[in-house]
């Protein structure tokens, strides 16, 4: 099946760094999300990106599809960036298949 | 909001009870998924609906049944609760191509 792997494992930033976390695919997909799960384990959407790039806010992520991988930049990060980012394809049987994420800690 | 609820958000029981959670969404879509998250594990699916009445298994279903009678509800039975399904569970809804989830169960077995 689909392997999903990500890195780095765990990030500590101060505020207002920048930061690039990325999510590798064995497979071809035709399906990525990318999620952050607070500190309070509320998991949410960040964005849908199978290939490209797009932008929200002080978030993008961009999906090379051909290469298989996933980037997601996080820029003048705040306290509140802190948590788990996942990033998951979607495999067989409407599985979402996850990497086991990358724990960001933002320090002020 | 992608409008999903989950009840109860805790609960501590004993082994060998039954356990029932309920998922419920307000946007009628067809798809539904439960999923536990444990350390070191990440999300692994549980089961999924495709419909009412249409269900199937995913990656960890022993000793897990669901059922779908409505399209808004979708509910998950521990028929007999053992510690090693102490977990965080959530539920999910796919509007198209993305999920989104609710803001999961906390679930204790002593």
């Known amino acids: 099946g689909i392997q999903v792997e990500q890195s780095p494992p765990d990030l500590i930033l101060q505020e207002g760094a920048n930061s690039t976390l990325r999510c590798n695919f064995s497979?071809?997909?035709?399906?990525l999300q990318w999620f952050h799960q607070n500190p309070w384990g509320q998991l949410i959407n960040l964005f849908y990106?199978?290939?490209?790039?797009k932008q929200n806010g002080r978030l993008s992520a961009t999906t090379v599809a051909t290469e298989r991988y996933s980037l997601l930049y996080i820029s003048s990060s705040q306290t509140t960036d802190s948590g788990v980012y996942f990033c998951?394809?979607?495999?067989?049987?409407?599985?979402?298949?996850w990497g086991a994420g990358t724990k960001l800690i933002i320090k002020p | 909001d992608a409008g999903i609820t989950q009840s109860p958000r805790h609960k501590v029981t004993e082994t060998g009870t039954p356990v029932t959670l309920r998922c419920h969404q307000t946007e009628n879509h067809r798809y539904m998924y439960w999923y536990r998250q444990d350390p070191g594990h990440g999300l692994r699916l549980i089961h999924y609906?495709?419909?009412?009445?249409?269900?199937d298994k995913g990656e960890v279903s022993d000793g897990y049944s669901v059922s779908r009678s409505k399209t808004e509800d979708f509910l998950l039975t521990l028929e007999s609760a053992t510690s090693s399904q102490t977990s965080v569970y959530f539920c999910?809804?796919?509007?198209?191509?993305?999920?989104?989830f609710g803001p999961g169960t906390r679930l204790t077995v002593t």
């Open positions: 609906s495709y419909g009412v009445k249409d269900t």
């Open positions: 990106i199978p290939s490209g790039t």
């Open positions: 998951a394809v979607l495999g067989s049987e409407y599985q979402l298949i």
């Open positions: 999910a809804i796919s509007p198209s191509y993305e999920q989104y």
């Open positions: 497979d071809s997909v035709n399906n």
